[in-house]
């Protein structure tokens, strides 16, 4: 009975090793961070793929590491999903300052090569490989909770150009951004799926207005962008109009089962290892065991998502799964760090103390960004026929 259990659950993961090209790649990788990090402070290591550095960004395009796995016709490289998720993994244990190209990279020029127009690919494409043009992500708006199918900003067609009405909210990265991949219902909210249609957004346009939301650590991440009848021009229309539902819900499994899911709090994790190295201290060395084996199982689990967008295959159940583990994992980690250290954060104390205070301020977010804990687990319940 159990095993029959076990066959129907609609999950994949599997064991998923990488190519040695992959590894080759990873050497490379390494040995590029320990020149392109020297600078880099130990305060912006630990934001991770919070921290940006368009100086960085730059850089990494000029490996052609932006685009990795992009096809060789829109000026990608042409490689896996196992060697991009290779570059991946190593900048952000490493700390670096991947924030400003991150979601161009991820997901706006695959959403771009996969649903533009011919003139939308040949004219952002090119800056988004050079590591110059930055794209965020326009979904959630105020009072619509988690329902993203809720959302009420308006795109009305008027002659070659629609009118956008409308604010969206916890817009990371925008005050840095370029463009917008926005999600905008261009018909009835009757119509909660099929009225709705994603359009690139520059946001210089009149009418944007970026709104800064500053954190408890008095950091600038998240944004309000308020569209008071700003004309976006029919052409920036991403596929067809409607199907912006469909394009969205394709995107998932891109943003949600990355390593950046549950590696957010690395930095702190290694200075509790560093810490706990030379101390016989039986309940701390025994919590980091216990945090390792939850790191090394996301870690496969998260290897075993990138294995199957390899392959063609779409994991967003799995992509869900690894998300709402990898944000339990990381926000839980502060506050075992600090229960076994006994020290309060300090941005003024040791190396652990500043890590401590940096992601105990910036942890919260880690359950919003990608979806709520709520949407995932709702999403987990229907694939397992419980809702």
Not at 13 to 33: G, I, K, Q, S, Y
Not at 91 to 115: C, E, F, K
Not at 328 to 349: K, S, T, Y
């Amino acid at each position: 009975i159990i095993r029959s259990y076990l066959m129907s659950i609609p999950f994949n993961f599997r064991l998923t090793d990488f190519p040695v090209e992959a590894e080759t790649l990873r050497l490379e990788v390494r040995e590029f961070l320990s020149s392109a990090l020297v600078d880099v402070p130990k305060e912006t290591r630990a934001e991770t793929w919070y921290g940006a550095d368009e100086g960085f960004s730059r850089k990494v395009g000029e490996r052609g590491w932006i685009g990795l796995s992009w096809p060789t016709e829109y000026g990608g490289s042409g490689r896996s999903a196992m060697e991009r998720y290779v570059v991946l993994e190593e900048m952000l244990t490493a700390g670096a300052p991947v924030g400003a190209h991150w979601i161009a990279d991820r997901q706006s020029g695959p959403l771009i090569i996969r649903y533009g127009t011919h003139e939308q690919q040949e004219k952002i494409l090119p800056g988004i490989l050079r590591g110059e043009t930055y794209f965020c992500i326009g979904m959630s708006e105020p009072d619509s909770g988690s329902d993203l199918a809720a959302l009420r900003t308006k795109a009305e067609k008027k002659g070659d150009k629609y009118i956008v009405n409308g604010t969206k909210l916890w817009t990371s990265g925008a005050q840095r951004c370029q463009y917008m991949i926005a999600l905008f219902r261009t018909s009835k909210e009757e119509d909660r799926h099929g009225g709705l249609s994603q359009f690139i957004v520059d946001l210089s346009l009149p009418g944007v207005t970026i709104r800064p939301i500053t954190d408890l650590a008095g950091r600038h991440h998240f944004n309000e962008v308020v569209f008071e009848d700003v004309e976006v021009p029919e052409t920036m229309l991403v596929g067809k109009e409607g199907d912006g539902w469909n394009q969205v819900t394709a995107e998932l499994a891109l943003e949600r089962s990355g390593p950046e899911r549950y590696l957010s709090s690395y930095a702190l994790l290694q200075e509790l290892i560093k810490e706990f190295s030379e101390r016989n201290d039986y309940e701390g060395v025994t919590e980091i065991g216990r945090q390792m084996a939850h790191l090394t199982t996301l870690r496969q689990m998260s290897v075993s998502v990138a294995g199957m967008l390899n392959d063609g295959e779409n994991p967003a159940l799995e992509a869900s799964v690894v998300k709402d583990l990898g944000a339990v994992f990381e926000q839980d980690l502060p506050n075992i760090a600090h229960r076994l250290m006994d020290l309060e954060p300090d941005n003024q104390g040791n190396d652990f103390q500043k890590y401590l205070a940096i992601l105990t301020q910036i942890s919260p977010s880690f359950s919003l960004r990608g979806g709520t804990r709520e949407i995932l687990r709702g999403i987990i319940a229907r694939g397992l026929g419980l809702r």
